[in-house]
């Protein structure tokens, strides 16, 4: 796709008084500032207050400036709030520069690669479009979301050291999840939905995608799925975006389709069973319980572990493929539980298909 390049306007980093404006109508008019304030009824001192931006032009000034001048109020009133507007601008740089290498903790680079933030040569720019690209108005406000001890993500120890790639691959899934339409969540739907949509681990990546988004987007439940970030070795995530709506993160990471069904289903296991509060992250971690009870769901729901001894005597390719089809699902997964409870990761490597991320 071809697109024309963005082009900003001129953006001056100074505010000037609407009073330099009524300056120069005065002279125009070859009034003094003593026959102003006596036409207007305002003090010597209120226009000088003006004259300097100290003091506002009120909707009320405007008319008697109207009615003094000619000029009509509504011009004062669009020059003043422009000189409210550009001082507030030029107070936020200000305000901006003490935290400008807060930029290097955040992958300005690769979201600017994938299309979600300009490049700005103003540092200062760039720092206000990362703000906005996170929905906040300071880094100070950043911080408090997503360093705050509260933060049920920072058991993540990628949270720790890492805190600006795994912000910014989650912010990604919030801003993807959003923008997909659910109904409110529905928890026997879900249920039923994920019975569905294991079934469709047996069809190819472009059938079982927007069938699965399709099936748990009527249940509430909006899938997204983000490539992954460099330095954020996660599987998925989930988090609650409103008390009706729950978001699904995943990616791609290791290729494989076993991997992205594991991770699916469990967080699936987080919808259903865990606190609306908190945002869990599947980093492979074993420390929280409610990581092991997801790990348990997704287990049981994809292969019911009553199966597992005949998956661990499994000899041949056409065993996994007779099992694969016994349970009705996709051969890979049943190949990877194999490669699980065996510790023979190089077998059968070939019935796990890979699955690639659509450049088109």
């Given at each position: 796709?071809?697109?024309?390049?963005?082009?900003?306007?001129?953006?001056?980093?100074y505010?000037?008084?609407?009073?330099?404006?009524?300056r120069?109508?005065?002279?125009?008019?070859?009034?003094?500032?003593?026959?102003?304030?006596?036409?207007t009824?305002?003090?010597v001192?209120?226009?000088?207050?003006?004259?300097?931006g100290?003091?506002?032009?009120?909707?009320?000034?405007?008319?008697?400036?109207?009615?003094?001048?000619?000029?009509?109020?509504?011009?004062?009133?669009?020059?003043e709030?422009?000189?409210?507007?550009?001082?507030?601008?030029?107070h936020?740089?200000?305000r901006?520069?003490?935290?400008?290498?807060?930029?290097?903790?955040?992958?300005?680079?690769?979201?600017?690669?994938r299309?979600?933030?300009h490049?700005?040569?103003d540092?200062?720019?760039?720092?206000?479009?990362?703000?906005?690209?996170?929905?906040?108005?300071?880094?100070?406000?950043?911080?408090?979301?997503?360093?705050?001890?509260?933060?049920?993500?920072?058991r993540?120890?990628?949270?720790?050291?890492?805190?600006?790639?795994?912000?910014?691959?989650i912010?990604?899934?919030?801003l993807?999840?959003?923008?997909?339409?659910?109904?409110?969540?529905?928890?026997?739907r879900?249920?039923?939905a994920?019975?569905?949509?294991?079934?469709?681990?047996?069809?190819?990546?472009?059938?079982?995608?927007?069938?699965?988004?399709?099936?748990?987007?009527?249940s509430?439940?909006?899938?997204a799925?983000?490539?992954?970030m460099?330095?954020v070795?996660?599987?998925?995530?989930?988090?609650?975006l409103?008390?009706?709506?729950?978001?699904?993160?995943?990616?791609?990471?290791?290729?494989?389709e076993?991997?992205?069904?594991f991770?699916f289903?469990?967080?699936?296991?987080?919808?259903?069973?865990?606190?609306?509060?908190?945002?869990?992250?599947?980093?492979?971690?074993?420390?929280?319980?409610?990581?092991?009870?997801?790990?348990?769901?997704?287990?049981?729901?994809?292969?019911?572990?009553?199966h597992?001894?005949a998956?661990?005597?499994?000899?041949?390719?056409?065993?996994?493929?007779?099992?694969?089809?016994?349970?009705?699902?996709?051969?890979?997964?049943?190949?990877g539980?194999?490669?699980?409870?065996?510790?023979?990761?190089?077998?059968?490597?070939?019935?796990?298909?890979?699955l690639?991320?659509d450049?088109?």
């Amino acid at each position: 796709m071809v697109s024309a390049a963005k082009k900003y306007g001129f953006e001056p980093d100074y505010a000037i008084p609407p009073g330099e404006t009524l300056r120069e109508v005065m002279d125009s008019l070859g009034m003094s500032q003593k026959e102003l304030a006596g036409r207007t009824d305002l003090t010597v001192q209120s226009l000088n207050r003006i004259f300097k931006g100290t003091q506002p032009i009120t909707y009320e000034t405007a008319n008697r400036l109207e009615l003094a001048t000619g000029v009509p109020a509504t011009m004062w009133n669009n020059l003043e709030a422009q000189y409210r507007e550009q001082l507030a601008k030029t107070h936020e740089r200000e305000r901006f520069q003490d935290d400008l290498n807060w930029l290097r903790e955040i992958p300005v680079a690769e979201l600017v690669k994938r299309g979600v933030l300009h490049r700005h040569k103003d540092r200062v720019e760039q720092l206000r479009e990362v703000l906005k690209f996170y929905g906040v108005s300071s880094v100070e406000a950043w911080r408090q979301i997503w360093e705050s001890p509260a933060v049920a993500a920072r058991r993540s120890p990628c949270f720790e050291s890492k805190a600006g790639p795994a912000s910014a691959w989650i912010r990604l899934g919030e801003l993807q999840a959003r923008a997909i339409n659910c109904r409110a969540f529905d928890k026997v739907r879900f249920k039923k939905a994920l019975t569905e949509i294991r079934h469709l681990t047996r069809e190819p990546a472009h059938v079982f995608e927007p069938e699965m988004k399709r099936l748990c987007a009527e249940s509430g439940v909006a899938v997204a799925l983000i490539r992954e970030m460099k330095k954020v070795p996660w599987n998925g995530a989930t988090k609650w975006l409103t008390p009706q709506k729950a978001m699904i993160l995943l990616c791609l990471r290791g290729r494989g389709e076993d991997k992205l069904w594991f991770s699916f289903f469990h967080e699936a296991g987080h919808v259903l069973n865990d606190s609306k509060k908190d945002l869990l992250i599947n980093d492979g971690s074993h420390n929280d319980p409610r990581e092991k009870q997801a790990n348990d769901f997704a287990a049981e729901f994809l292969i019911p572990l009553k199966h597992d001894d005949a998956i661990r005597r499994i000899r041949s390719k056409a065993e996994i493929v007779r099992m694969a089809d016994l349970l009705g699902i996709a051969t890979g997964i049943v190949a990877g539980r194999y490669q699980f409870l065996t510790g023979n990761w190089h077998y059968f490597k070939e019935l796990i298909r890979t699955l690639e991320w659509d450049n088109a």
